[in-house]
Protein backbone atom coordinates (compact mmCIF):
# COMPACT_ATOMS: atom_id res chain seq x y z
CA UNK A 1 0.00 0.00 0.00
CA UNK A 2 1.38 3.52 -1.28
CA UNK A 3 1.71 6.29 1.59
CA UNK A 4 -1.43 8.19 -0.13
CA UNK A 5 -3.34 5.11 0.42
CA UNK A 6 -2.76 5.02 3.62
CA UNK A 7 -3.68 8.20 4.25
CA UNK A 8 -6.83 8.05 2.27
CA UNK A 9 -7.86 4.62 4.34
CA UNK A 10 -7.20 6.09 7.77
CA UNK A 11 -9.46 9.01 6.68
CA UNK A 12 -11.84 6.83 5.99
CA UNK A 13 -11.96 5.43 9.26
CA UNK A 14 -11.67 8.39 10.69
CA UNK A 15 -14.76 9.55 8.81
CA UNK A 16 -16.55 5.99 9.72
CA UNK A 17 -15.47 6.41 13.44
CA UNK A 18 -16.70 9.89 13.25
CA UNK A 19 -20.17 8.54 12.07
CA UNK A 20 -20.64 6.00 14.51
CA UNK A 21 -19.63 8.17 17.13
CA UNK A 22 -22.52 10.47 15.72
CA UNK A 23 -24.82 8.15 15.63
CA UNK A 24 -24.17 6.82 19.23
CA UNK A 25 -25.43 9.81 20.42
CA UNK A 26 -28.40 10.44 18.25
CA UNK A 27 -29.60 7.32 19.17
CA UNK A 28 -29.89 8.53 23.11
CA UNK A 29 -32.36 10.87 21.94
CA UNK A 30 -35.71 10.80 20.39
CA UNK A 31 -37.04 10.73 17.27
CA UNK A 32 -33.85 9.59 16.46
CA UNK A 33 -33.88 6.54 18.13
CA UNK A 34 -37.05 6.19 16.08
CA UNK A 35 -35.03 5.85 13.14
CA UNK A 36 -34.33 2.95 10.80
CA UNK A 37 -30.80 3.21 11.20
CA UNK A 38 -29.78 3.15 7.33
CA UNK A 39 -31.81 6.31 7.35
CA UNK A 40 -29.98 7.30 10.30
CA UNK A 41 -26.80 7.03 8.78
CA UNK A 42 -27.37 8.84 5.64
CA UNK A 43 -28.91 11.76 7.60
CA UNK A 44 -25.39 11.80 9.41
CA UNK A 45 -22.97 11.75 6.50
CA UNK A 46 -24.85 14.76 5.49
CA UNK A 47 -24.49 16.56 8.87
CA UNK A 48 -21.77 18.88 9.57
CA UNK A 49 -19.92 20.85 12.56
CA UNK A 50 -20.20 23.62 14.10
CA UNK A 51 -18.85 25.52 16.78
CA UNK A 52 -20.61 28.83 18.98
CA UNK A 53 -19.04 30.28 21.29
CA UNK A 54 -20.87 31.69 24.54
CA UNK A 55 -23.03 34.31 23.24
CA UNK A 56 -22.78 34.02 19.69
CA UNK A 57 -25.84 34.27 17.61
CA UNK A 58 -26.89 31.29 15.98
CA UNK A 59 -29.75 32.05 13.74
CA UNK A 60 -32.59 34.70 13.69
CA UNK A 61 -35.73 36.41 11.75
CA UNK A 62 -33.23 38.57 9.83
CA UNK A 63 -31.46 35.76 8.34
CA UNK A 64 -34.23 34.84 5.88
CA UNK A 65 -36.00 31.46 4.89
CA UNK A 66 -34.16 28.45 6.66
CA UNK A 67 -31.33 27.11 5.18
CA UNK A 68 -29.98 24.29 8.05
CA UNK A 69 -31.66 22.68 10.72
CA UNK A 70 -29.32 22.76 13.91
CA UNK A 71 -28.97 20.12 16.15
CA UNK A 72 -27.16 20.50 19.06
CA UNK A 73 -24.34 18.00 19.96
CA UNK A 74 -22.78 19.79 23.01
CA UNK A 75 -23.38 22.75 24.68
CA UNK A 76 -27.01 24.46 24.71
CA UNK A 77 -28.83 27.03 23.22
CA UNK A 78 -31.33 29.22 24.00
CA UNK A 79 -34.58 30.50 21.73
CA UNK A 80 -35.92 34.15 22.38
CA UNK A 81 -38.79 36.65 21.53
CA UNK A 82 -40.12 39.89 22.60
CA UNK A 83 -41.78 40.07 25.59
CA UNK A 84 -45.29 40.21 25.78
CA UNK A 85 -44.93 43.46 27.97
CA UNK A 86 -42.73 44.98 24.85
CA UNK A 87 -39.59 45.33 26.97
CA UNK A 88 -36.55 43.19 25.60
CA UNK A 89 -36.49 39.38 24.97
CA UNK A 90 -37.63 36.55 27.18
CA UNK A 91 -36.04 33.21 26.80
CA UNK A 92 -39.18 30.65 25.39
CA UNK A 93 -37.06 27.60 25.17
CA UNK A 94 -33.70 26.47 26.34
CA UNK A 95 -32.33 23.52 23.62
CA UNK A 96 -30.31 20.65 24.88
CA UNK A 97 -27.74 17.90 23.73
CA UNK A 98 -29.99 16.32 21.26
CA UNK A 99 -32.81 18.75 20.66
CA UNK A 100 -32.76 20.07 17.20
CA UNK A 101 -34.19 23.49 16.05
CA UNK A 102 -36.07 25.71 13.88
CA UNK A 103 -38.00 22.58 12.30
CA UNK A 104 -41.20 24.49 12.09
CA UNK A 105 -39.37 27.27 10.24
CA UNK A 106 -37.92 24.75 7.75
CA UNK A 107 -40.89 22.68 7.00
CA UNK A 108 -42.65 26.06 6.28
CA UNK A 109 -39.78 27.30 4.23
CA UNK A 110 -39.79 30.61 6.06
CA UNK A 111 -37.58 32.81 7.80
CA UNK A 112 -37.68 31.61 11.87
CA UNK A 113 -39.59 33.91 14.35
CA UNK A 114 -36.98 33.10 17.53
CA UNK A 115 -33.50 34.46 17.76
CA UNK A 116 -31.65 31.45 18.96
CA UNK A 117 -28.54 31.93 20.76
CA UNK A 118 -25.81 30.14 22.16
CA UNK A 119 -25.99 30.20 25.85
CA UNK A 120 -22.33 28.62 26.58
CA UNK A 121 -19.96 27.31 24.00
CA UNK A 122 -22.28 25.15 21.72
CA UNK A 123 -21.09 22.42 19.05
CA UNK A 124 -23.97 22.31 16.75
CA UNK A 125 -24.77 19.58 14.24
CA UNK A 126 -26.19 21.38 10.61
CA UNK A 127 -28.27 19.69 7.89
CA UNK A 128 -29.00 20.91 5.10
CA UNK A 129 -32.57 22.00 3.70
CA UNK A 130 -31.94 18.85 1.14
CA UNK A 131 -30.39 16.86 3.17
CA UNK A 132 -33.74 17.58 5.18
CA UNK A 133 -35.92 16.75 2.63
CA UNK A 134 -33.81 13.24 1.75
CA UNK A 135 -34.62 12.35 5.69
CA UNK A 136 -38.17 13.68 5.61
CA UNK A 137 -39.57 11.86 2.57
CA UNK A 138 -36.76 8.15 4.26
CA UNK A 139 -38.30 8.58 7.63
CA UNK A 140 -41.71 8.35 8.67
CA UNK A 141 -40.34 8.90 12.43
CA UNK A 142 -38.62 11.50 11.67
CA UNK A 143 -41.43 12.95 9.11
CA UNK A 144 -43.92 12.66 12.01
CA UNK A 145 -41.37 14.82 14.73
CA UNK A 146 -41.10 17.37 11.94
CA UNK A 147 -44.67 18.17 11.72
CA UNK A 148 -45.68 17.72 14.64
CA UNK A 149 -42.59 18.38 17.23
CA UNK A 150 -43.35 17.51 21.02
CA UNK A 151 -47.15 16.64 20.23
CA UNK A 152 -44.79 13.14 19.15
CA UNK A 153 -42.64 12.79 21.72
CA UNK A 154 -45.36 12.92 24.41
CA UNK A 155 -46.96 10.36 21.78
CA UNK A 156 -44.22 8.37 22.39
CA UNK A 157 -44.28 8.65 26.72
CA UNK A 158 -47.84 7.54 26.19
CA UNK A 159 -46.83 4.35 24.42
CA UNK A 160 -44.41 3.29 26.30
CA UNK A 161 -46.83 4.09 29.25
CA UNK A 162 -49.27 1.83 28.11
CA UNK A 163 -46.87 -0.71 26.96
CA UNK A 164 -45.47 -1.03 30.21
CA UNK A 165 -49.32 -1.27 31.61
CA UNK A 166 -49.82 -3.77 29.25
CA UNK A 167 -46.78 -6.20 29.95
CA UNK A 168 -49.11 -7.41 33.06
CA UNK A 169 -52.55 -6.97 31.90
CA UNK A 170 -52.56 -7.63 28.18
CA UNK A 171 -54.08 -5.29 26.67
CA UNK A 172 -55.37 -6.12 23.14
CA UNK A 173 -57.05 -2.98 22.16
CA UNK A 174 -56.85 1.16 23.25
CA UNK A 175 -59.55 3.13 24.58
CA UNK A 176 -59.45 5.60 21.35
CA UNK A 177 -60.64 2.89 19.18
CA UNK A 178 -63.78 3.58 17.50
CA UNK A 179 -66.85 2.02 18.44
CA UNK A 180 -67.47 1.31 14.22
CA UNK A 181 -64.38 -1.44 14.81
CA UNK A 182 -65.53 -2.90 18.91
CA UNK A 183 -69.66 -3.29 18.02
CA UNK A 184 -70.93 -6.86 16.66
CA UNK A 185 -72.22 -5.62 13.65
CA UNK A 186 -75.46 -6.89 12.04
CA UNK A 187 -77.12 -6.73 15.27
CA UNK A 188 -79.61 -9.59 15.75
CA UNK A 189 -83.08 -7.09 16.14
CA UNK A 190 -87.12 -7.73 16.59
CA UNK A 191 -90.31 -5.69 15.73
CA UNK A 192 -93.20 -4.77 18.02
CA UNK A 193 -95.49 -7.79 19.08
CA UNK A 194 -93.21 -9.89 19.43
CA UNK A 195 -93.57 -12.36 22.65
CA UNK A 196 -91.24 -12.76 25.34
CA UNK A 197 -90.99 -16.76 24.68
CA UNK A 198 -90.18 -15.50 21.16
CA UNK A 199 -87.23 -13.39 21.89
CA UNK A 200 -85.20 -15.65 24.39
CA UNK A 201 -85.48 -18.15 21.91
CA UNK A 202 -83.61 -15.51 19.52
CA UNK A 203 -81.32 -14.57 21.96
CA UNK A 204 -80.72 -18.29 23.20
CA UNK A 205 -79.70 -19.38 19.38
CA UNK A 206 -77.61 -15.95 18.70
CA UNK A 207 -75.73 -16.66 22.16
CA UNK A 208 -76.40 -13.06 22.52
CA UNK A 209 -76.67 -11.00 25.79
CA UNK A 210 -79.40 -8.45 24.66
CA UNK A 211 -82.46 -8.27 22.19
CA UNK A 212 -82.95 -4.67 20.37
CA UNK A 213 -86.57 -3.55 19.43
CA UNK A 214 -86.06 -1.47 16.28
CA UNK A 215 -89.14 0.58 14.32
CA UNK A 216 -89.45 0.43 10.21
CA UNK A 217 -86.57 3.09 10.18
CA UNK A 218 -84.30 0.53 12.13
CA UNK A 219 -84.19 2.89 14.69
CA UNK A 220 -83.71 1.21 18.39
CA UNK A 221 -86.99 1.72 20.41
CA UNK A 222 -85.82 -0.51 23.08
CA UNK A 223 -83.61 -3.25 24.42
CA UNK A 224 -83.98 -6.31 26.41
CA UNK A 225 -81.04 -8.16 28.02
CA UNK A 226 -80.56 -11.52 30.23
CA UNK A 227 -80.64 -8.74 33.26
CA UNK A 228 -84.09 -8.08 32.68
CA UNK A 229 -85.18 -11.49 32.33
CA UNK A 230 -83.80 -12.40 35.29
CA UNK A 231 -85.61 -9.77 36.89
CA UNK A 232 -89.16 -11.17 35.09
CA UNK A 233 -88.34 -13.90 36.39
CA UNK A 234 -87.00 -13.39 39.82
CA UNK A 235 -90.29 -10.76 40.41
CA UNK A 236 -93.07 -13.30 38.72
CA UNK A 237 -93.98 -9.83 36.35
CA UNK A 238 -94.07 -11.46 33.60
CA UNK A 239 -94.86 -14.83 31.57
CA UNK A 240 -93.26 -16.29 28.34
CA UNK A 241 -96.70 -14.88 25.75
CA UNK A 242 -96.51 -11.36 27.62
CA UNK A 243 -95.31 -8.29 25.02
CA UNK A 244 -91.30 -7.58 24.86
CA UNK A 245 -92.53 -4.32 24.69
CA UNK A 246 -94.12 -4.12 28.49
CA UNK A 247 -90.83 -6.01 29.70
CA UNK A 248 -87.84 -4.15 28.03
CA UNK A 249 -86.22 -1.18 28.41
CA UNK A 250 -87.49 2.26 26.12
CA UNK A 251 -85.39 4.60 24.47
CA UNK A 252 -81.88 2.50 25.02
CA UNK A 253 -78.74 4.59 25.44
CA UNK A 254 -77.21 5.01 22.06
CA UNK A 255 -73.79 6.25 20.41
CA UNK A 256 -72.45 6.95 16.40
CA UNK A 257 -69.81 4.75 15.49
CA UNK A 258 -67.42 7.70 15.54
CA UNK A 259 -67.26 7.43 19.32
CA UNK A 260 -64.70 5.78 21.21
CA UNK A 261 -64.41 2.90 23.53
CA UNK A 262 -63.64 5.50 26.40
CA UNK A 263 -66.95 7.49 25.42
CA UNK A 264 -68.47 4.07 25.90
CA UNK A 265 -67.19 2.97 29.07
CA UNK A 266 -67.87 6.37 30.46
CA UNK A 267 -71.70 6.25 29.42
CA UNK A 268 -72.36 2.85 30.36
CA UNK A 269 -70.57 3.78 34.03
CA UNK A 270 -72.38 7.16 34.37
CA UNK A 271 -75.80 5.18 33.45
CA UNK A 272 -75.43 2.14 34.91
CA UNK A 273 -76.08 -0.36 31.82
CA UNK A 274 -74.30 -2.73 29.90
CA UNK A 275 -74.80 -2.44 26.79
CA UNK A 276 -75.09 0.13 23.70
CA UNK A 277 -76.72 0.61 20.62
CA UNK A 278 -74.58 2.04 18.33
CA UNK A 279 -76.49 4.32 15.60
CA UNK A 280 -76.03 6.02 12.35
CA UNK A 281 -78.24 8.23 10.24
CA UNK A 282 -81.15 7.38 12.33
CA UNK A 283 -80.24 3.38 11.87
CA UNK A 284 -78.82 0.62 14.59
CA UNK A 285 -75.62 -0.80 13.10
CA UNK A 286 -74.27 -2.22 16.22
CA UNK A 287 -74.61 -3.49 19.90
CA UNK A 288 -71.47 -2.83 21.96
CA UNK A 289 -71.86 -4.76 25.66
CA UNK A 290 -69.52 -4.25 29.05
CA UNK A 291 -68.12 -7.81 27.95
CA UNK A 292 -66.29 -6.25 24.49
CA UNK A 293 -64.94 -3.68 26.34
CA UNK A 294 -63.26 -5.81 29.27
CA UNK A 295 -62.55 -9.56 29.54
CA UNK A 296 -62.98 -11.35 32.64
CA UNK A 297 -59.92 -11.38 33.69
CA UNK A 298 -59.38 -7.58 34.20
CA UNK A 299 -60.93 -5.14 36.19
CA UNK A 300 -63.89 -4.28 34.93
CA UNK A 301 -65.52 -0.59 35.25
CA UNK A 302 -68.98 -1.04 34.41
CA UNK A 303 -68.83 -3.87 37.63
CA UNK A 304 -67.15 -1.91 39.62
CA UNK A 305 -69.56 1.25 39.19
CA UNK A 306 -72.73 -1.02 39.77
CA UNK A 307 -70.85 -2.61 42.91
CA UNK A 308 -70.32 0.69 44.25
CA UNK A 309 -73.31 2.09 43.75
CA UNK A 310 -75.41 -0.74 45.28
CA UNK A 311 -72.58 -1.50 48.51
CA UNK A 312 -74.91 -2.36 51.13
CA UNK A 313 -72.37 -1.10 53.74
CA UNK A 314 -69.56 0.91 54.68
CA UNK A 315 -66.88 -1.68 54.83
CA UNK A 316 -67.94 -3.42 50.90
CA UNK A 317 -66.80 0.59 49.56
CA UNK A 318 -63.48 0.37 51.82
CA UNK A 319 -62.76 -3.13 49.88
CA UNK A 320 -63.77 -1.50 46.59
CA UNK A 321 -61.58 1.50 46.76
CA UNK A 322 -58.56 -0.58 46.62
CA UNK A 323 -59.60 -1.79 42.73
CA UNK A 324 -59.06 1.10 41.82
CA UNK A 325 -55.63 1.42 41.49
CA UNK A 326 -55.55 -2.17 39.34
CA UNK A 327 -58.27 -0.31 37.48
CA UNK A 328 -56.15 2.40 36.53
CA UNK A 329 -53.35 0.45 35.46
CA UNK A 330 -55.91 -1.48 33.36
CA UNK A 331 -56.83 2.30 31.80
CA UNK A 332 -53.17 2.70 31.00
CA UNK A 333 -52.43 -0.35 29.48
CA UNK A 334 -56.01 0.30 26.99
CA UNK A 335 -54.70 3.68 26.52
CA UNK A 336 -56.56 6.22 28.27
CA UNK A 337 -54.97 9.24 28.34
CA UNK A 338 -54.81 11.91 31.94
CA UNK A 339 -57.79 13.19 31.69
CA UNK A 340 -59.33 10.43 31.08
CA UNK A 341 -57.88 8.73 34.04
CA UNK A 342 -58.85 11.49 36.34
CA UNK A 343 -62.26 11.69 34.71
CA UNK A 344 -62.82 8.36 35.67
CA UNK A 345 -61.10 8.44 38.82
CA UNK A 346 -63.85 11.10 39.91
CA UNK A 347 -66.57 9.46 38.92
CA UNK A 348 -65.91 6.49 41.15
CA UNK A 349 -65.28 8.80 43.70
CA UNK A 350 -68.55 10.41 42.93
CA UNK A 351 -70.56 7.49 43.22
CA UNK A 352 -68.86 6.26 46.32
CA UNK A 353 -69.94 9.55 47.94
CA UNK A 354 -73.75 9.01 46.69
CA UNK A 355 -73.42 5.92 48.14
CA UNK A 356 -72.00 6.73 51.20
CA UNK A 357 -74.58 9.50 51.76
CA UNK A 358 -77.72 7.08 51.02
CA UNK A 359 -76.52 4.70 53.61
CA UNK A 360 -75.56 7.23 56.31
CA UNK A 361 -79.09 8.68 55.46
CA UNK A 362 -80.49 4.76 55.93
CA UNK A 363 -78.47 4.75 59.05
CA UNK A 364 -78.49 7.99 60.69
CA UNK A 365 -82.29 8.93 59.14
CA UNK A 366 -83.28 11.27 57.06
CA UNK A 367 -83.17 14.84 57.90
CA UNK A 368 -86.48 16.00 56.97
CA UNK A 369 -85.06 18.56 54.58
CA UNK A 370 -83.94 19.00 50.68
CA UNK A 371 -79.16 19.66 50.31
CA UNK A 372 -77.37 19.53 47.65
CA UNK A 373 -73.97 18.02 48.07
CA UNK A 374 -71.36 20.36 47.33
CA UNK A 375 -67.57 19.19 45.96
CA UNK A 376 -65.20 21.35 45.36
CA UNK A 377 -61.44 21.87 44.31
CA UNK A 378 -60.06 19.06 42.14
CA UNK A 379 -63.28 17.02 42.88
CA UNK A 380 -65.11 19.72 41.67
CA UNK A 381 -62.52 19.64 38.56
CA UNK A 382 -63.32 16.15 38.07
CA UNK A 383 -59.66 15.79 38.18
CA UNK A 384 -58.88 13.63 41.06
CA UNK A 385 -56.01 11.31 41.36
CA UNK A 386 -54.93 8.61 43.61
CA UNK A 387 -54.09 10.97 45.91
CA UNK A 388 -57.04 13.24 47.47
CA UNK A 389 -58.68 14.14 50.27
CA UNK A 390 -62.30 15.85 51.10
CA UNK A 391 -63.54 19.43 50.12
CA UNK A 392 -67.14 19.68 50.33
CA UNK A 393 -70.17 21.95 51.83
CA UNK A 394 -73.87 21.71 52.14
CA UNK A 395 -76.25 23.64 49.81
CA UNK A 396 -79.83 23.93 51.08
CA UNK A 397 -82.64 26.79 50.94
CA UNK A 398 -83.86 28.58 53.51
CA UNK A 399 -86.43 31.98 53.95
CA UNK A 400 -84.43 33.71 56.97
CA UNK A 401 -81.70 33.59 59.35
CA UNK A 402 -83.05 31.36 62.16
CA UNK A 403 -84.89 28.92 59.54
CA UNK A 404 -81.55 28.80 58.11
CA UNK A 405 -79.61 28.08 61.57
CA UNK A 406 -82.69 25.36 62.06
CA UNK A 407 -81.94 23.44 59.15
CA UNK A 408 -78.27 23.66 59.81
CA UNK A 409 -78.46 22.18 62.99
CA UNK A 410 -80.66 19.20 61.46
CA UNK A 411 -77.99 18.58 59.00
CA UNK A 412 -74.82 18.59 60.88
CA UNK A 413 -74.62 15.31 62.65
CA UNK A 414 -75.36 13.49 58.83
CA UNK A 415 -72.58 15.81 57.11
CA UNK A 416 -70.62 14.95 60.14
CA UNK A 417 -70.95 10.87 59.96
CA UNK A 418 -71.08 11.29 56.00
CA UNK A 419 -67.47 12.90 56.18
CA UNK A 420 -66.38 10.28 58.96
CA UNK A 421 -67.41 7.65 57.09
CA UNK A 422 -65.63 9.08 53.86
CA UNK A 423 -62.45 9.01 55.84
CA UNK A 424 -62.84 5.30 56.11
CA UNK A 425 -63.24 4.98 52.45
CA UNK A 426 -59.72 6.51 51.84
CA UNK A 427 -60.91 10.26 50.89
CA UNK A 428 -58.81 12.12 54.01
CA UNK A 429 -59.96 14.61 56.40
CA UNK A 430 -59.19 17.70 55.20
CA UNK A 431 -56.62 19.34 57.57
CA UNK A 432 -58.06 22.61 56.64
CA UNK A 433 -61.58 22.12 57.93
CA UNK A 434 -62.85 22.48 54.57
CA UNK A 435 -65.67 19.86 55.11
CA UNK A 436 -69.82 20.21 55.06
CA UNK A 437 -69.55 18.87 58.94
CA UNK A 438 -68.18 22.75 59.37
CA UNK A 439 -70.94 24.82 60.60
CA UNK A 440 -69.55 27.56 57.85
CA UNK A 441 -69.81 25.54 55.23
CA UNK A 442 -73.20 24.03 55.59
CA UNK A 443 -75.31 27.35 54.57
CA UNK A 444 -78.30 28.12 52.71
CA UNK A 445 -77.72 29.69 48.91
CA UNK A 446 -78.19 33.57 50.72
CA UNK A 447 -75.67 32.45 52.94
CA UNK A 448 -73.35 30.90 50.38
CA UNK A 449 -73.77 34.23 48.08
CA UNK A 450 -73.18 36.38 51.38
CA UNK A 451 -69.97 34.52 51.44
CA UNK A 452 -68.51 34.40 48.02
CA UNK A 453 -69.60 38.00 47.89
CA UNK A 454 -67.57 38.77 50.79
CA UNK A 455 -64.17 36.72 49.13
CA UNK A 456 -64.86 39.25 45.60
CA UNK A 457 -65.03 42.23 47.51
CA UNK A 458 -62.42 41.86 50.36
CA UNK A 459 -59.63 39.88 48.29
CA UNK A 460 -57.41 39.20 51.28
CA UNK A 461 -54.78 36.57 51.00
CA UNK A 462 -57.28 34.22 53.22
CA UNK A 463 -60.17 34.81 51.10
CA UNK A 464 -57.24 34.72 47.02
CA UNK A 465 -57.04 31.14 48.98
CA UNK A 466 -60.62 30.34 49.75
CA UNK A 467 -61.48 31.42 46.29
CA UNK A 468 -59.07 28.82 45.08
CA UNK A 469 -61.01 25.98 46.24
CA UNK A 470 -64.45 27.11 46.58
CA UNK A 471 -64.65 29.00 43.15
CA UNK A 472 -63.67 25.06 41.49
CA UNK A 473 -67.52 23.92 42.35
CA UNK A 474 -70.22 21.40 41.41
CA UNK A 475 -72.99 19.44 43.02
CA UNK A 476 -72.31 15.66 43.68
CA UNK A 477 -75.48 14.50 45.10
CA UNK A 478 -78.99 16.39 45.81
CA UNK A 479 -81.59 18.94 43.59
CA UNK A 480 -78.91 21.16 41.33
CA UNK A 481 -81.27 24.38 41.06
CA UNK A 482 -80.15 26.09 44.06
CA UNK A 483 -76.41 25.47 42.95
CA UNK A 484 -77.54 26.77 39.20
CA UNK A 485 -78.53 30.21 40.65
CA UNK A 486 -75.07 29.95 42.80
CA UNK A 487 -72.97 29.85 39.87
CA UNK A 488 -74.74 32.33 37.60
CA UNK A 489 -74.69 34.91 40.21
CA UNK A 490 -70.56 34.11 41.36
CA UNK A 491 -70.21 34.68 37.65
CA UNK A 492 -71.91 37.57 37.78
CA UNK A 493 -70.35 39.51 40.79
CA UNK A 494 -66.18 38.20 39.21
CA UNK A 495 -67.01 39.90 36.08
CA UNK A 496 -68.14 43.05 37.67
CA UNK A 497 -64.94 43.25 39.57
CA UNK A 498 -61.78 43.80 37.77
CA UNK A 499 -59.95 44.32 40.64
CA UNK A 500 -60.75 41.10 42.10
CA UNK A 501 -59.63 39.40 39.00
CA UNK A 502 -56.23 41.50 38.73
CA UNK A 503 -55.97 39.86 42.82
CA UNK A 504 -56.50 36.53 41.25
CA UNK A 505 -54.07 37.00 38.61
CA UNK A 506 -51.69 38.12 40.82
CA UNK A 507 -51.77 35.37 43.97
CA UNK A 508 -52.02 32.78 40.98
CA UNK A 509 -48.29 33.79 39.96
CA UNK A 510 -47.04 33.23 43.56
CA UNK A 511 -45.83 29.23 42.39
CA UNK A 512 -43.83 29.74 39.45
CA UNK A 513 -42.81 26.61 37.46
CA UNK A 514 -39.61 24.99 38.49
CA UNK A 515 -37.04 25.65 36.17
CA UNK A 516 -34.11 28.23 36.00
CA UNK A 517 -32.98 29.92 33.26
CA UNK A 518 -30.16 27.23 32.22
CA UNK A 519 -31.27 23.96 31.78
CA UNK A 520 -32.12 22.68 34.65
CA UNK A 521 -34.55 21.93 36.86
CA UNK A 522 -35.31 24.24 40.82
CA UNK A 523 -35.54 21.69 43.29
CA UNK A 524 -35.74 21.85 47.14
CA UNK A 525 -32.51 22.08 47.98
CA UNK A 526 -32.84 20.88 52.29
CA UNK A 527 -34.97 19.25 54.18
CA UNK A 528 -36.89 16.15 53.53
CA UNK A 529 -38.26 17.13 49.99
CA UNK A 530 -34.45 17.69 48.91
CA UNK A 531 -33.78 17.33 45.46
CA UNK A 532 -37.28 17.16 44.52
CA UNK A 533 -39.85 19.31 42.85
CA UNK A 534 -43.36 19.29 43.01
CA UNK A 535 -45.83 17.96 40.35
CA UNK A 536 -49.00 19.49 41.25
CA UNK A 537 -48.49 22.80 43.14
CA UNK A 538 -45.91 23.78 40.64
CA UNK A 539 -46.79 22.35 37.59
CA UNK A 540 -50.45 21.19 37.45
CA UNK A 541 -51.43 24.39 39.40
CA UNK A 542 -50.16 27.18 37.22
CA UNK A 543 -52.72 25.93 34.02
CA UNK A 544 -55.52 25.31 37.07
CA UNK A 545 -55.05 28.90 38.27
CA UNK A 546 -54.78 30.66 34.91
CA UNK A 547 -57.26 28.91 32.81
CA UNK A 548 -59.61 29.23 36.28
CA UNK A 549 -58.84 33.27 36.39
CA UNK A 550 -59.60 33.36 32.63
CA UNK A 551 -63.18 31.36 32.65
CA UNK A 552 -64.42 33.08 35.59
CA UNK A 553 -63.28 36.27 33.98
CA UNK A 554 -64.83 35.98 30.87
CA UNK A 555 -68.47 34.50 32.28
CA UNK A 556 -67.41 30.42 31.32
CA UNK A 557 -69.55 28.13 34.42
CA UNK A 558 -67.34 24.88 33.33
CA UNK A 559 -65.05 24.04 36.01
CA UNK A 560 -62.79 21.34 34.63
CA UNK A 561 -59.22 22.85 33.72
CA UNK A 562 -59.11 21.59 29.97
CA UNK A 563 -63.15 22.34 29.36
CA UNK A 564 -62.21 25.44 30.40
CA UNK A 565 -59.29 26.03 27.86
CA UNK A 566 -61.33 24.49 24.86
CA UNK A 567 -64.02 27.20 25.71
CA UNK A 568 -61.61 29.93 26.41
CA UNK A 569 -60.24 28.81 22.84
CA UNK A 570 -63.52 29.04 21.17
CA UNK A 571 -64.16 31.97 22.33
CA UNK A 572 -60.95 33.59 20.82
CA UNK A 573 -59.29 34.58 24.70
CA UNK A 574 -56.54 32.28 24.01
CA UNK A 575 -54.94 31.13 20.50
CA UNK A 576 -55.55 27.93 18.90
CA UNK A 577 -52.32 27.23 18.92
CA UNK A 578 -51.70 28.27 22.53
CA UNK A 579 -54.87 25.82 23.36
CA UNK A 580 -52.49 22.71 22.17
CA UNK A 581 -49.74 23.18 23.55
CA UNK A 582 -51.27 24.44 26.80
CA UNK A 583 -53.44 20.84 26.82
CA UNK A 584 -50.11 18.73 25.51
CA UNK A 585 -48.80 20.04 28.70
CA UNK A 586 -51.17 20.06 31.02
CA UNK A 587 -51.65 16.01 29.94
CA UNK A 588 -48.14 15.64 30.71
CA UNK A 589 -47.94 16.70 33.78
CA UNK A 590 -50.64 14.67 35.35
CA UNK A 591 -49.52 11.44 33.60
CA UNK A 592 -46.19 11.99 35.63
CA UNK A 593 -47.63 12.32 38.76
CA UNK A 594 -49.89 9.55 38.19
CA UNK A 595 -47.29 7.29 37.30
CA UNK A 596 -45.57 8.75 40.52
CA UNK A 597 -48.86 7.52 42.53
CA UNK A 598 -48.67 4.17 41.05
CA UNK A 599 -45.26 3.62 41.96
CA UNK A 600 -45.38 4.76 45.35
CA UNK A 601 -48.61 2.79 45.93
CA UNK A 602 -47.32 -0.69 44.09
CA UNK A 603 -44.30 0.62 46.90
CA UNK A 604 -46.24 0.94 49.83
CA UNK A 605 -44.87 4.39 50.12
CA UNK A 606 -47.50 7.16 51.14
CA UNK A 607 -48.76 8.85 48.45
CA UNK A 608 -46.89 12.40 47.41
CA UNK A 609 -46.65 15.23 44.20
CA UNK A 610 -42.98 15.52 44.94
CA UNK A 611 -40.21 13.94 42.05
CA UNK A 612 -37.02 13.71 41.99
CA UNK A 613 -36.29 14.77 38.42
CA UNK A 614 -33.24 13.01 38.18
CA UNK A 615 -35.08 9.75 38.23
CA UNK A 616 -36.67 10.53 34.85
CA UNK A 617 -35.15 9.32 31.86
CA UNK A 618 -34.05 12.28 28.84
CA UNK A 619 -37.07 11.79 26.64
CA UNK A 620 -39.58 12.48 29.89
CA UNK A 621 -37.18 15.28 31.42
CA UNK A 622 -36.69 17.11 27.95
CA UNK A 623 -40.99 17.19 27.73
CA UNK A 624 -41.34 17.68 31.17
CA UNK A 625 -38.72 20.70 30.39
CA UNK A 626 -40.96 22.19 27.85
CA UNK A 627 -44.60 21.17 29.63
CA UNK A 628 -43.43 23.73 32.62
CA UNK A 629 -42.20 26.60 29.74
CA UNK A 630 -45.94 26.35 28.59
CA UNK A 631 -47.34 26.68 32.09
CA UNK A 632 -44.66 29.18 32.33
CA UNK A 633 -45.90 31.08 29.05
CA UNK A 634 -49.91 31.05 30.57
CA UNK A 635 -48.33 32.99 33.53
CA UNK A 636 -46.51 35.51 31.34
CA UNK A 637 -49.97 35.91 29.69
CA UNK A 638 -51.75 37.12 33.10
CA UNK A 639 -49.16 39.21 34.17
CA UNK A 640 -49.72 41.42 30.70
CA UNK A 641 -52.97 40.90 30.73
CA UNK A 642 -53.49 42.19 34.15
CA UNK A 643 -50.53 44.25 34.39
CA UNK A 644 -48.67 42.53 36.82
Not at 181 to 208: D, F, K, S, Y
Not at 300 to 316: F, M, N
Request: with cysteine.
Amino acid sequence: MSKHDGFAEVGKTAVMQNIQGTMQFLLRYAPFNQMELSHLAQMVEQCRLRFYAAGDPVIGPDDGRIEYIYIVKQGLVLGQRPSLTGEGMETTQEIAPGECFPVAAMVSERATRTHYMAAEDTFCLLLSRSAFAHTYRQSEAFRDFALRGVSSLMGQVQQQVQLQAAETLGAQYSLETRLNILAAPNPITCRRGIRLREAVRLMHEHHIGSLVMVDERQYPIGIFTLRDLRRVIADGSGDLEQPLDELMTRDPVHLPPTATAFDAALTMTQRQIAHICVVEMGRLVGVLSERDLFSLQRVDLVHLARTISSASRVEVLVGLREQIAHLIDNMLAHGANPAQLTNIITLLNDQTVVRVIELMIAEHGDPGVPFTWLVFGSEGRCEQTLYTDQDNGILFEADSVEEAEKIRQRLLPLARKINEALDRCGFSLCKGNIMASNPDLCLSRREWLRRFSGIIQSPTAENLLHSTIYFDLRPAWGPTEGYQQLSEALLKMIADNPLFQRMMASNALRHPPPIGRLRDFIVASRGADKDTLDLKVEGVMPFVEGLRILALANGIQESNTLERLKLLGERDVLKAKDVGSYEEAYHFIQLMRMQLHQRQQRDGQPLSNRLDPDTLNELDRRILRESFRQAQRLQSILSVRYQL
